[in-house]
Structure formats: structure tokens, C-alpha cells
């Protein structure tokens, strides 16, 4: 298989980024990688998923880095690991021999170590320029359940049509476990025994980068977790501001301490993007000092600034996240900077996991949630017709007719950004609209 076939198999089947924002794996692959990682940070606290990934599937995901350097011709491909997933690292060196173009890195402990940025960083020793992509520096990083997807579609021809997800927080029992894309969030809870309070709410995705939702939202290719969280825990608490209130606290109390910026990854890693100094222009209303706001564009919204660095409880991260979204609508393009170099504090200022996990109140939480198979009689999912980064597809089934399983229902405009959607049940087709395809058995 070469590059070209390689790359018209992921679209045709579907396979994205499954572990963050969803893009489209075969708009990554390039004959010009010289390395390809793995990602198995698992960057956000209480997921399970790729951990146990690699524990229970960890010959289909090393033959898929395998193919993957075969494919684009790197020099390597390095398998990432966290120090603490000790099964994931037993389970990489019981069977890595097998594979000439694998090594394993042991990565620390520490959050964002799953941002590619600082992951690239922390492998090879390289550092990606702001604005730009990985393949700028020869690297390619791929997260280990979409390496899962690309061999099952190498292998077998099998499309994308299920999701590992965690479910965990307060629930009776917390799992991890695959389900057809397209069922409700209230499956999932259903699936882990259920609510163990009527006292919380629910974050899909982690507790630093997830979005408050319901039981009716709807499980796509990117969803990674649901948690049910305490209302009073930060997560929950930092969502629920007001731009407002936001900017009022930032004007009456931010002192200007700049932790927010001592310990902002990117910084650290010589981008221009200061939390600080745009914390001080938004609260003095320093408009004619625009870099602090066009340098929002080097933010990678990781959320450690609110999340655990400013003692004042402040929100820098949602603010530079409103701007940023502001800059883009009107049509702003990010400015050309060039990167300083890596901070000599870097090393001391990493944040460690466990440290943020206490912050957050999320240790009683932090417990095993085993993989285990989908045991409900899914009735109906509805498919998202945007389920990753780039052009929404236009469906090319109608209302009435019989799929099954696997069959193409959606695909994107030619010539767009994206990938093809399928069929995750067998049934028919009851509903098609600009946003979703509902299929019922």
C-alpha cells in the first residue's frame, strides 16, 4: 500500500482524530514525516480510554504505527506512554520487539503532556513554530484509538462506526466502553449503572477541556468522556461564568502576578501568547496595545491558567478563547511571530498530574473504569453530519431507506476538508436534516 491508497482508505472509512478535535487523519499523512508518534498521554484527568487501549489491543495498534512508518517512509516511529500507565508500558515492551521501526518513550506525568506541541517536545526534542503544524517539523502525531480505526480499515475494510468513551464521576459504576456513534448521553450513564446523585452535571469530554452537556446530547467520533461531576467542583464552576462577570473580576482584582503565563505550556515553549499581558489590556482597556490580543491566536485553550495557575480564581482561558473566536469572525488572520527559546524554568514549572487533579477536586473520582463491551440493544442513533474538524457531509441517503451497519450515509463536498460518515446500526432511515441522519432499527 502507498501513500496515496493509504490516505483514500482512511477518508473513504472515516477515520479521524479520535482523541481531541477531530481532524481528518489522511489530511496529516505526508511522505515528508520523518517521525511518527503515538499519543498515549491521555492529556485529560479521569480518562481511561487509551490506556486500556493499549493493554487490550496492543498488536493492532503497534502493526498500525508499523504500516504508518512503512507508509510515509519515517526514520521512526516513537510509541508515548505516561510513567504511572505501568499495564499500556508492559504491555508496549512484551510485544515492540516484533517491530523494526518502534521504540517506546516514557513520558512524565504531567498535564498537557497530550498537547502535540509539548508531546513533540518532550519525544524529539523539536519544537513546532507557532501558527504552524507538526509535518513543519517532520512529525506526524496520531492518538491511539484512531491507529486502532486505521488498522481495522487496512485490515478488514471496517468504517468508523463505534467510540470508546469513559464514563465516569458520579456514577454506580464507572466504565470505559465502545458504543455505535450516534446513541444519547443517557445511554452512556445508563451503561455505568447510572446516576449516584440528582446533584451534578455532566461534562463531555475532560474536566479542563470538555463542554457542560445533557442526557440528549449525542455521541460523536470525538467524544473521548462523559463525567458527572459535583456542581460545586471547578470544571463545573468555571463553565457557568459570564463574559461579564469574567471581565468584572479580571478589571477589580487580577494583580497582575503573571502565574498564568510562568506556567502556560506554550509559553514555556517560546510562543508569544502572554495571559498576563492580555488579562491587563482587557481589564485597563488597553486597546491600542493589540499584540496581547492577536497573540490569543497562540493559546491551545489547555486551561491551566484558570484552571490551576491564578489564585485569584480569574478566567483567562475563557476570555482569550471569546477573543480569539472574536479575531476569526472578523475575518483576523494570526499574526507572524517567531517562537524565543524554550524556557530554562521549563523543567521546574511543568505541572504534574496528580496536583492538578487535587485542585480540581476530582480525586474521590479518579478510579479504574474497566473496559467492557456494549451490552444495550441500541434502538436509534442520530449521526452528526459535522464530526470533525472541516465540512459538515451532505447525506446521500434518504428518509425510507434500509442500511446496515458500515454503509456510507454522508460524505463531504468535493474537494473539502473531511471524511465520509457511515451507518453505526443496521435499520432505517427515519429522518434527514442539514445537522443529522437518524437511523431506527
Known amino acids: 500500500?502507498?501513500?496515496?491508497?493509504?490516505?483514500?482508505?482512511?477518508?473513504?472509512?472515516?477515520?479521524?482524530?479520535?482523541?481531541?478535535?477531530?481532524?481528518?487523519?489522511?489530511?496529516?499523512?505526508?511522505?515528508?514525516?520523518?517521525t511518527i508518534i503515538l499519543n498515549c498521554a491521555e492529556c485529560e484527568p479521569l480518562i481511561k480510554v487509551d490506556r486500556q487501549l493499549m493493554t487490550d489491543y496492543i498488536d493492532e495498534i503497534l502493526s498500525g504505527m508499523q504500516l504508518l512508518v512503512d507508509t510515509l517512509g519515517a526514520q521512526e516511529g516513537i510509541i508515548a506512554v505516561k510513567k504511572s500507565y505501568r499495564a499500556s508500558i508492559e504491555a508496549v515492551n512484551s510485544q515492540i520487539g516484533k517491530y523494526k521501526g518502534l521504540k517506546l518513550h516514557i513520558l512524565p506525568d504531567i498535564y498537557p503532556?497530550?498537547?502535540?506541541?509539548?508531546?513533540?517536545?518532550?519525544?524529539?526534542?523539536?519544537?513546532?513554530?507557532?501558527?504552524?503544524?507538526?509535518?513543519?517539523?517532520?512529525?506526524?502525531?496520531?492518538?491511539?484509538?484512531?491507529?486502532?480505526?486505521?488498522?481495522?480499515?487496512?485490515?478488514?475494510?471496517?468504517?468508523?462506526?463505534?467510540?470508546?468513551?469513559?464514563?465516569?464521576?458520579?456514577?454506580?459504576?464507572?466504565?470505559?466502553?465502545?458504543?455505535?456513534?450516534?446513541?444519547?448521553?443517557?445511554?452512556?450513564?445508563?451503561?455505568?449503572?447510572?446516576?449516584?446523585?440528582?446533584?451534578?452535571?455532566?461534562?463531555?469530554?475532560?474536566?479542563?477541556?470538555?463542554?457542560?452537556?445533557?442526557?440528549?446530547?449525542?455521541?460523536?467520533?470525538?467524544?473521548?468522556?462523559?463525567?458527572?461531576?459535583?456542581?460545586?467542583?471547578?470544571?463545573?464552576?468555571?463553565?457557568?461564568?459570564?463574559?461579564?462577570?469574567?471581565?468584572?473580576?479580571?478589571?477589580?482584582?487580577?494583580?497582575?502576578?503573571?502565574?498564568?503565563?510562568?506556567?502556560?505550556?506554550?509559553?514555556?515553549?517560546?510562543?508569544?501568547?502572554?495571559?498576563?499581558?492580555?488579562?491587563?489590556?482587557?481589564?485597563n482597556g488597553l486597546t491600542y496595545q493589540v499584540d496581547p490580543f492577536l497573540n490569543s491566536f497562540f493559546c491551545v485553550s489547555c486551561g491551566l491558567c484558570e484552571m490551576y495557575s491564578c489564585h485569584q480564581g480569574l478566567s483567562p482561558r475563557t476570555l482569550l478563547d471569546e477573543y480569539k473566536g472574536g479575531l476569526r469572525a472578523k475575518g483576523v488572520k494570526p499574526p507572524e511571530r517567531e517562537n524565543k527559546p524554550v524556557s530554562s524554568l521549563r523543567e521546574e514549572r511543568k505541572v504534574p498530574e496528580h496536583r492538578l487533579v487535587q485542585r480540581l477536586g476530582l480525586h474521590p473520582f479518579d478510579v479504574p473504569a474497566p473496559m467492557t463491551k456494549c451490552s444495550a440493544d441500541i434502538r436509534e442513533v442520530k449521526l452528526m453530519l459535522r464530526q470533525c474538524i472541516g465540512a459538515p457531509c451532505s447525506p446521500v441517503v434518504q428518509t425510507g431507506d434500509s442500511v446496515t451497519a458500515g454503509q456510507m450515509v454522508g460524505q463531504p463536498p468535493e474537494g473539502a476538508l473531511g471524511t465520509c460518515l457511515h451507518a453505526s446500526i443496521t435499520g432505517k432511515v427515519t429522518a434527514v436534516t442539514d445537522n443529522y441522519i437518524t437511523i431506527s432499527k
Open 113 to 283: 503532556a497530550g498537547d502535540e506541541v509539548v508531546l513533540i517536545y518532550e519525544t524529539t526534542g523539536r519544537v513546532v513554530p507557532m501558527g504552524k503544524i507538526p509535518i513543519v517539523v517532520g512529525c506526524v502525531v496520531v492518538n491511539v484509538e484512531t491507529v486502532l480505526n486505521l488498522y481495522r480499515k487496512v485490515t478488514s475494510g471496517a468504517n468508523v462506526v463505534t467510540k470508546f468513551v469513559t464514563v465516569a464521576g458520579l456514577v454506580k459504576d464507572p466504565v470505559t466502553v465502545e458504543v455505535p456513534v450516534g446513541i444519547t448521553v443517557q445511554e452512556l450513564i445508563d451503561m455505568a449503572g447510572g446516576f449516584t446523585t440528582d446533584d451534578s452535571v455532566m461534562i463531555m469530554g475532560g474536566p479542563m477541556t470538555g463542554r457542560i452537556c445533557s442526557v440528549s446530547d449525542i455521541v460523536t467520533k470525538t467524544t473521548k468522556a462523559v463525567l458527572v461531576l459535583p456542581p460545586t467542583c471547578p470544571p463545573v464552576t468555571k463553565r457557568q461564568g459570564s463574559s461579564r462577570n469574567n471581565i468584572r473580576n479580571a478589571m477589580s482584582v487580577c494583580s497582575q502576578c503573571s502565574m498564568c503565563t510562568s506556567l502556560c505550556p506554550r509559553n514555556l515553549l517560546g510562543a508569544a501568547i502572554k495571559p498576563h499581558e492580555f488579562m491587563r489590556a482587557l481589564a
Open 1 to 34: 500500500m502507498d501513500i496515496t491508497e493509504l490516505k483514500q482508505a482512511l477518508f473513504d472509512g472515516g477515520v479521524v482524530g479520535a482523541g481531541g478535535a477531530g481532524f481528518p487523519t489522511h489530511a496529516k499523512l505526508s511522505d515528508q514525516a520523518e
